[in-house]
């Protein structure tokens, strides 16, 4: 106990100066006062705690009651810039994980409100999200935190109950905060991570230009709240009874212990979405439970390497099921009961594999949502009106791809902004709605994810695409092209249309490496486009990495695999399709198109059935806008692989791209289409050495 | 603490170690006798299809898919320049741990047939002779006399580091072989 008492009274200080402001000094002795924050550094024996509560219930009721008597007047201070927070590295990453939930949602609302400001609920929600985030803050000492969150939640406040309404000037104020909140959460997440610590922000300026909204919304009715921050140095939480409140003002309360006897007419008061992070008597060890069950039914963070390997197992487990399935020595029995439970096991390995992938998709609106305050930032910028629109937001996909679109979207957005959309004066001249329409959607399409983005503004001009890329030799003059290829010249790498560099877009960078983006997802991308009308662009995406969709082609004894997405078709070719160049190079004219041909047994030196290409097949396989047909003697079908990768023995091989456990338990080699069309320059070299 | 007791003035580093170390697992290949130290290997398995990956030196076989794993095989006979043969039912696939800088990595050895696992004490190895030629014998730990006859003791790191599989010219193991 003497250990506890020296502990205890460290903290004490901090208490005691709150505490002051209920007058509250004679109840409260040295020893009895403890902040949770020496809880959590102190242990003690079962007995000792129950102590410990109990005095602490005892101070709290008397201060309650003299609380009522001085009418719930927060303490006031100046919140100091430091971060002084709890070392516990699992609460701070629950905070940081619930924040960015928070500031995500708090984005989105505010800009639908800013767009509708009458949505009650929204503003209700966007109150609920700062309350929460305050409650976390006040939990763990971020102050900072805590005190712009609390601004804004008051400032919210008036909104709520209908006393001020929605005005641009307080959309522009919340999103400075949460801006300042997202500066936070990252000074949070650099010190678990043990990153650098990026400089801690200033949050004078921005208290004061919140409190001085708040009063001039309410006409000065509220004075109060001029300069009204909390500060406490002790890990404090707020406790705000909820909608039940009649007084206008937001009854802050301050010392650890008012809280902890709070606690129980806490919980029947408020809402539950507002009982953030507060604490039971029992303090530190309840508390974390109640953060911690409250993620827990939230989402459970897991490793991406994990969940690999389930992937990765799942998918080696479908694949022994089907041999198993498919063995002859057990279907030839003809027993009827084995069949059932075949079945059934075919059945379960199907739903564990579902879920499983399902594990790994996450829905896109977070990633819409993202761009939607750069939009709306960057149309102000450029003097462009623009109300975006989103459709789709629950459709799910692959995180590793949500992740990896994020950049290319960004870029596309953009460029549609800078490029396509014009300013409202053109608009209008053109007959438009001076307010342009950006559209994101997203929508599953046939095993796949088609994302796109729309806009009416002024279309792709293929005359001016075709000049520019004549002009920077992209093309040859002359060139005859259909539109879709013209279009698809802005990918080209340093093009760009834009006759002024702006700091969004027109380096000439941009498309080119969305499409490089896009193509290492294995998606693709389709522009249409009409002339003073729009351009909307398609990204197709398949579902997932981990999975693809493989041809299963024979060459002599040697299986291999062509993923889907580098086919573009396949077909018999007859005699008159073919055609030898100086007698060793062939090509193969198909509908009036002239495609290289390369034989896959030559380049991998392999035995082939036939070296007539009548008696085999052809594949048009195609990368990055090019195409050439494969000859290979035979196709086996059509398979859903997991792509493993080789061992770095093999690294040196040019055309494969990894490898795949086969329906019968062989391995399949999985080709490299590019690696294969390149490997042939490098044998020329080779041999012209 | 007293240091463990060592032998032949070497420090071995704990006792569970120094006798895996000692243990060999002793296979054939062509008419020589191999052994390899038994904590570097995973598991023994029969000869089993393996898909041949293209351009590849002779002796790199190609890989197999041990249980949802891909790894490749190397065959050994073949790599130490020995006669060719055909597989028999003896013929297996000697699963070994290799370590190299990015980490443990799994490389199956053809082997000729596996004899069985002896225990080797240090006194009773000897480094490699020296056979003339000025160049130390590559891929060898040491040879040991066991019973009257030698086993040569295979150093894995070395044999299946990825720049000695990727080697085209085939490495026969003595230079006065022919």
Redesign the interface.
């Known amino acids: 106990m003497m250990s506890l008492m020296t502990e205890a009274s460290a903290g004490n200080n901090a208490i005691e100066r709150t505490v002051d402001d209920f007058a509250l000094q004679a109840v409260v002795s040295d020893a009895e006062v403890l902040t949770i924050e020496d809880l959590s550094s102190v242990s003690f024996t079962e007995d000792e705690t129950r102590f410990i509560t109990a005095r602490m219930q005892s101070i709290v009721q008397a201060q309650v009651s003299c609380e009522a008597e001085c009418g719930g007047e927060p303490a006031r201070a100046e919140t100091p810039a430091t971060l002084v927070f709890e070392e516990d590295p699992e609460m701070l990453a629950g905070f940081v994980l619930e924040s960015d939930e928070h500031l995500i949602s708090i984005e989105e609302q505010i800009l639908m409100l800013e767009k509708d400001p009458s949505l009650i609920d929204t503003i209700h929600a966007v109150f609920r999200s700062f309350h929460t985030i305050k409650g976390l803050a006040g939990f763990l000492g971020l102050s900072g935190v805590q005190a712009v969150a609390h601004e804004v939640e008051t400032l919210l406040d008036h909104a709520r109950n209908l006393r001020i309404s929605i005005t641009p000037e307080i959309v522009d104020l919340v999103l400075d905060s949460s801006e300042y909140l997202k500066r936070e959460v990252a000074l949070v997440r650099a010190k678990i991570s043990g990153a650098p610590l990026p400089s801690v922000c200033d949050n004078t300026v921005l208290l004061r230009t919140l409190s001085k909204a708040t009063a001039n919304a309410v006409y000065g009715r509220l004075h109060p709240f001029q300069e009204q921050t909390v500060h406490d140095q002790t890990p404090a939480a707020i406790v705000e009874p909820g909608e039940t409140e009649s007084v206008p003002s937001i009854a802050t309360l301050t010392t650890p212990a008012r809280e902890v006897a709070q606690i129980d007419e806490f919980a029947s008061l408020t809402q539950p979405s507002q009982t953030a992070a507060l604490q039971a008597p029992e303090a530190v060890p309840a508390a974390r439970k109640l953060i911690r069950s409250e993620m827990a039914s939230a989402s459970i963070r897991v490793e991406t390497s994990k969940l690999d390997r389930l992937m990765?197992?799942v998918g080696?487990m479908v694949i022994a099921q089907s041999i198993l399935s498919n063995s002859p020595r057990l279907t030839a029995h003809g027993n009827a009961r084995l069949a059932g439970e075949m079945s059934r096991l075919a059945r379960i390995t199907g739903e564990v594999q579902r879920c499983a992938m399902s594990m790994r998709m996450m829905p896109i609106g977070p990633l819409f949502q993202k761009n939607a305050k750069i939009v709306r930032d960057l149309s102000r910028r450029n003097g462009k009106q623009v109300s975006l629109e989103l459709s789709g937001e629950a459709t799910e996909l692959d995180k590793t791809i949500a992740e990896e679109l994020s950049d290319p979207l960004l870029h596309m957005i953009r460029n549609a902004l800078d490029h396509g959309i014009e300013p409202p004066e053109e608009r209008i001249a053109a007959g438009k709605a001076p307010v342009a329409s950006l559209c994101l959607s997203a929508e599953h399409q046939a095993g796949k994810i088609v994302i796109s983005i729309s806009d009416d503004g002024r279309g792709l001009d293929p005359q001016r695409i075709l000049n520019k890329a004549i002009q920077k030799g992209l093309i040859d003059e002359g060139t005859q092209l259909a539109q879709e290829e013209i279009f698809k010249l802005i990918f080209a790498p340093g093009f760009s249309t834009a006759e002024k560099i702006t700091d969004i877009s027109g380096r000439g960078v941009g498309m080119d490496v969305v499409r490089k983006h896009v193509e290492t997802l294995r998606g693709r991308i389709e522009i249409k486009s009409e002339l003073g009308k729009g351009t909307t662009f398609f990204i197709h995406l398949p579902l997932t990495l981990a999975i693809i969709e493989g041809l299963v082609i024979v060459v002599g004894q040697?299986r291999y695999i062509i993923p889907v997405f580098s086919v573009r078709e396949m077909f018999r070719p007859t005699k008159d399709m073919y055609f030898t160049v100086q007698g060793h190079e062939e090509m193969i004219l198909m509908r009036g198109e002239l495609l290289p041909l390369i034989r896959l047994h030559k380049?991998?030196?392999?035995e082939p059935r036939t070296e007539d290409i009548c008696q085999g097949l052809l594949v048009v396989c195609e990368f990055s806008e090019k195409q050439f047909c494969l000859f290979v003697d035979d196709l086996l079908g059509r398979q859903e692989i997991v792509i493993?990768s080789?061992?770095?023995?093999?690294?040196?091989?040019m055309?494969?791209a990894g490898?795949a456990?086969l329906g019968d338990?062989?391995?399949?080699?999985i080709l490299d289409v590019a690696g294969i069309f390149h490997s042939a320059s490098e044998r020329k070299e080779i041999a012209a050495a | 603490m007293a240091t463990p007791p060592t032998s032949n003035g070497l420090i071995s580093t704990s006792l569970s170690q120094r006798i895996s170390s000692d243990k060999h697992l002793i296979f054939s290949l062509g008419s020589e006798e191999f052994g390899i130290q038994v904590f570097h290997i995973k598991e023994i398995i029969g000869m089993q299809e393996v898909t041949a990956i293209p351009k590849m030196p002779a002796h790199v076989k190609g890989v197999i898919n041990l249980r949802g794993q891909v790894i490749p095989v190397i065959d050994l006979s073949l790599k130490f320049a020995f006669p060719s043969r055909e597989y028999t039912h003896q013929t297996c696939i000697i699963i070994v741990r290799s370590q190299t800088p990015s980490g443990e990595r799994l490389v199956g050895a053809i082997a000729d047939g596996v004899t069985e696992v002896l225990t080797i004490s240090a006194q009773d190895i000897e480094h490699s002779p020296d056979f003339g030629s000025g160049a130390p014998v590559p891929y060898l730990l040491g040879m040991a006399k066991v019973r009257g006859k030698v086993k040569l003791l295979l150093d894995i790191d070395q044999v299946f580091s990825v720049d000695a599989l990727m080697k085209l010219e085939q490495q026969p193991l003595d230079h006065d072989r022919s």
Do not use: P, V, Y
């Open positions: 990765d197992m080696e040697h380049r991998f030196d392999l493993k080789l061992d770095d023995t093999f690294k040196s091989t055309g494969l490898c456990i338990g062989g391995i399949g080699l």
